[in-house]
Structure formats: C-alpha cells, structure tokens
C-alpha cells in the first residue's frame, strides 16, 4: 500500500494501459497539478495456461458476474469466470482465506480487516444504489426523509398520515393507514445501506441500532421481513415501505410499489437514476482514499442520490502464480472497461451504473494502480 | 455408525463360525473385538470431540459475553468500521458489539414447545387409530404414508408455510383466533401475513407429527396381544381397553417419542428461518416475528465472518454450543420423566 503523494489522472478511455499512483490524501487527490504522475501500465492479456477465476460472495453482484462468464472467455479464451454466490461476508473470508480468487462485497473492507490483511485489495468494478418503496393505494408519490425513516422503523411514526409526513408532503392526500415497515432477515449488504443512511440523518439511530448487516431492530408491532429484494418486493403489501436495491426495481414496479424521492445532504429530493447515482460517485471520488475504501452514502452535490454504493471485488494482491494474477489483472481491468464488461447490456441485468462516465479520473487511477500491484 | 459397524461385525462372526479351523477363529474374534471397540469409541468420540470444538470456538465469547449473553436482548456484531476495537477479560470485539441471545432462547423454546402440545395428541390419537380402530389392511397402507411423510425434507415444509399454509391461516383462520385475545392478551394483536411465531409452530407441528406418530405406531403394535384380548374379555369398551391397557403400557416411549420430535423441533433451521420472520425480538403476542437459535445462526453467519476481531463468529459457536446444550437437557429431563413414569404402577409389564 503506497502513500507517496502522487495525484494524477489516467486517461479515461486508455485505462486499459495506463494507470497512475494512488493518492494518499483528499486535498491531492483531485488536482494533477504539482506531482509527478507515474504512470504505472496494468498488464493485463491472455494467460499460457488456462486459469479459472472462482469468485464467491455478494448475490447482488452475482447476476453481473454470470452476464460476464461468456463474454470474458470469448476475449481471454485461458481465462474462466466461476462466480458463486454467498454473501458479502463469505466473499471476504474466502479472499482472506485462499478459498476463491475473487470475492464479491458490496460493503468495502474496514479498517480492521486491511490491518490484519495487509495485501487485501477491494477494487470496485460497479456502481449499486438502494431505492425506498412503499405501497399506499392512492399515491404515488412521497418525498422523504432519513429522519422521518428512523422514526418509522424505531416505531414512533406508525401512521402514513403522520404530521412530520405530511410536512414533507403539501398537496398528497395521506390516508390514515397503519405503516408496515419491511426489514432484510438475518444479514445483508442492503440492510448494512440502509442503517447507514438512517445513521448518517437521525442521530438517535446513529447511537442506538446503529449501521451493520444484522441489527436488532426496533420493536415495530407491524413490522415484517423478508429474505432478498424480490423477496422486499413480494412481502410489500398496502402499507409498507421497504428499501430495495435497484437491481429489484423494475420487479417492484410491476408489484405496483411506488419509489419515495428521498432527501439528500444538499436538501433537494431524488430517486435514484444513473445521473443522481453519477451525482454522488462524483462527489465522493473527491475524497476517494489510496486504499478505495469509500462510502457514497449521504454525499454532497445538489443531485447526489443519498444511499449509493461500490460493488467491490476483493483480491489478494500477492498470488502464488503470475498466470493467477495476470488473468484477475486482466479480468479487472476489463470487467470495468465500457468496451469491455462494463457494457450496459451487462450491467442492466443488475440496474447497476458503469464506473466509466460519472466516475472522476483520480477514482480510476487509484483502483488502476491496485491492479497494476496484483502480482 | 455404530450400527454399521455393529452389523459389520456380525458378518464377521459368521463368516468365522463357517470356518472351523480354531487359530481362525481366534483370529477372526480378535478382528471382531477391534471392530467393535472402534465401533464402541466412535460415537462417544464423536460427541466429546464435537463439544471440545463447540467449547474452544465458543471460549473468546463466553469470556467477553459472561453471563448478559443469555439475559441480553441485543445482537449487535459492533461497529465493523471502527478503526479501534474494546477489549473484554483479555479478549477482543468491536466497539458497540453487544451479544445478548434471550429472544432467540424464548423463541426457540416457544415454537418447539407449542408444537409438541399440538403434536402429541394428535400423533398418538392417530396411532391409536392406526392400530386399534381401523381394519389392518387399509391402516398398513396408511402407515407406510406416516412414514413417508416424516421423510420429507425440510425445506419443503418450509416452502409451503410460506407459499400456502402461512398465507392462508392468516387469512381465514388467524382472525377468528385473536378473538381469544379478550381473555388471553398473548392472542390479541394484528394477524400480519401468515409469518411468524405462530405459523412456524405450526410447521413445526406438521414436521414432528409424522416422528411422534410412526414410533407411537411401531409400539402399538408390540402391546401383548393377550393382555388387550383379557380386557376386552372383562367387559372393557375399546376406549377403556385403550385408556387401561393400551396406553400404560407404551406410555414411557410415547414420551421417548415425544423427546425425539422435540429435538427435531429444536434443531430444525431452514423451514424455521423461511417462516418466523427471522426478527430479533421476543414478540409481544402469538403473531408477532420472532427467531430462534438455529435460524439465527444461518441467517447472520455472513454477518459474523465480516467481523475481523472473530467474535462474531465466536458468539454464534457459544449459540450452537447453547443449542446443543439445550438439546441434552431436554433429553435428560425426559430421562427422568420416563424414569418416573415408568415406576411400577403399570399394570401389565412396562414399555421401550
């Protein structure tokens, strides 16, 4: 993990071959001015001897992974994408552990886990966003609040037609109906999103449940659950609200659920499109650290969507074989190449948004210099 | 195992009576005497290894935990993010990690015990039907059906809790059920959608029934045939016959019996997990969502690995180490009510 002080910018569209040092600090990051860059070429082509890449982790990131399989193969024809699913949690333990090559995370490393494993890297290969839904015959439209969501789920708002509701909300008509607040079982990605945006807004949930993926929820006597985005979706009856992540968006669309415009740092309210998405990467990359580690929750920008995050891989840069890490440079490299897997007949299998376009140069140096350290 | 091995073992002591030659024989005992000192060891190792594992993985856990880890009512793997981490009677967790596992214990000892209730009536007044009411040729058949259907696999059961069985109760039967709420208050509440305690103790009903009722079955039939025949010949009605005689006489295994469904209540994870809800709290009425031991251990696993300190992972081994611990309990406890059971008022012999 290099700290010098080198700020620079790849050329977008070269990335393939060019990547400069990572940043060490947010002041630097953005500017290319001063430094020297030092362009360091990620290696990236087809291995002798064939290499099968297994990856394991987050089922949000699978589906994107299984578009890649074939198109990979077709390009690299040594190289074979085996993705599995898991979890976040099994994706990180099994990089840790030797057991996959790659492993899929939609939370980045904390700070814990880099210091115990110094040669852990997590490069994010796409952009995932969390949408708010609710089901209330008669309206469709709702602007919300992180604050006024803590208070549904720690159960003190319990009617849709609730006074701090309908502040947000002049001219909707809010009938009295019971809120039935929809929580993720057990643990996951989404619910470690959500509690950190409920955290970032309402101070009381900050210091009580708190962000995680398995947190012991407020008692709300009408509260239920479910096991995975469609599982949000089908559990959504009148009265509900869920957060579900994007890739279940055109599900909930057609279960007839309505996405809340919920407000952002800046104070507008959004629903989450690839530019609000774009909005929020672009104001985090401003402070991307060397190590990628970075929460998009609750970014500045007038039209950042508030609950935004990486789909991290996690590799070990140090492998055993140069075949091994030339095939997961390689992978890398293209899985967030827009020629490449970043296409968007790829990514929409997910809704995911392509790192390419919105994502500031200093974001691609930086994770084009993790891969070119994968050795 | 042991009975494979047991089995095993008899094949080796035929094949040795067959040769006649004595220095075989003596040969062929002592393979006979190994085989069934390993097949002797094996299952007691097996049980002391599993709980030496469960014991040293649980350790850091029952170390940072003490005693608050059964009385507490947050589960919380701490703040994954934090760049510093607390340390406990020499042993490491993140800042805000708070494991306190009572809402499981209550659920898990809630959806096995109401499930017993509704299971052993039902399952030893089908067996009595099986064995004693209807005619032998349409009750074999239909016992074969009881046996098959304690194979089904779990999963499946759960499938159909949530798919038809949960969603349909709600709606039609739930209703009229929390109008028992004006005298019980554990009833009165919002139905929901067909998940939760309720539901799950349900499946669970459905699950064991098929355990309780084929091994009720399989002991009916081994009542001396003579001490029925004597009752009826006294003058007694089929009910009495069965109430006297019958009855007494396989009581001790129906509660064997019993003890074997409720451990299969205990343990089961996934049917469980897709209907309780999977919520972290005591529920407040006989609806609400709620969780148990082993749900919670396959539901949060993910969780625990992300935890770098390893407590997470430490604190669901003290849970499976609780489950086990539990399990034995339960099973001794329902030694010694067959112990009591079973104290000479039987009036003809005594059951398994």
Known sequence: MRTGLMGGIAALGTLAVVACGSSSSPTSSSSSGGSTPTPAAVQTGNPTSAVTLSESGSTLLLPFLQELVAPLTAQYSNITLAPSGGGSGKGISDAIAGNSLLGGSDAYLSPGQFSQNPTLANIPIAISAQGVWFNLPGVTSLKLTGDVIAKIYEGSITKWNDPAIAALNSGVTLPATTIMPLVRQG????????????????????????????????????????????????????????????????????????????????????????????????????????????????????????????????????????????????????????????????????????????????????????????? | MSTMSARAGDVTAGRARRRASSTELSRWDKVLRAVSAIAGIVPTGLLVFIAVIMVVAALPSILFNGFSFFTGSVFNFGNLYATTTVTHNGVTALPHAAYGVWPLIVGTLATSLIALVLAVPISVGGALMLSEVIPRRIADPLSVFLELLAGIPSVVFGLWGVAVFGPFIAAHVYPALSAIGHVIPFFKAPVGVGQGLLTASLVLTVMIIPIVASTTLVLLKRVPILAKEGALALGMTRYETARVVTIPYIRTGIVAASLLGWARALGETIAVLLIIGDIYSVPGNIFGNSSTIAAWIASTLDGALQDFTGMGVHALAELGLLLLAISLLTNLAGRLVVRRVAGGVLPVGRGV
């Open chain 1, 187 to 375: 643990s996951s990605g989404d619910t470690f999103l959500f509690t950190s945006f409920l955290s970032a807004t309402n101070s009381a949930w900050a210091n009580g449940p708190g962000p995680g993926t398995s947190v012991t929820w407020p008692h709300v006597a009408t509260e239920g659950s479910a096991s995975s985005n469609p599982g949000m979706v089908a559990a959504c009856k009148p009265g509900c609200i869920a957060y579900i992540g994007v890739s279940a968006t055109s599900a909930a669309q057609t279960a007839g659920l309505s996405e809340a415009m919920l407000q952002n740092k800046a104070g507008n309210y959004v629903t989450p499109t690839p530019s609000t998405i774009g909005a929020a990467v672009t104001a985090g990359a401003a402070s991307i650290p060397s190590n990628l580690a970075l929460s998009l929750i609750y970014q500045d920008g007038a039209q950042s969507y508030p609950i935004v995050n990486f789909e991290y891989v996690v590799v070990n840069t140090t492998q055993s074989s140069t075949d091994n890490a030339l095939a997961i440079r390689t992978f890398l490299t293209w899985a967030m190449d827009p020629n490449g897997g970043s296409q968007s007949q790829y990514l929409s299998k997910d809704n995911f948004v392509a790192l390419q376009g919105s994502v500031p140069a200093s974001v691609l140096s930086a994770i084009n210099a993790k891969i070119a350290s994968i050795t």
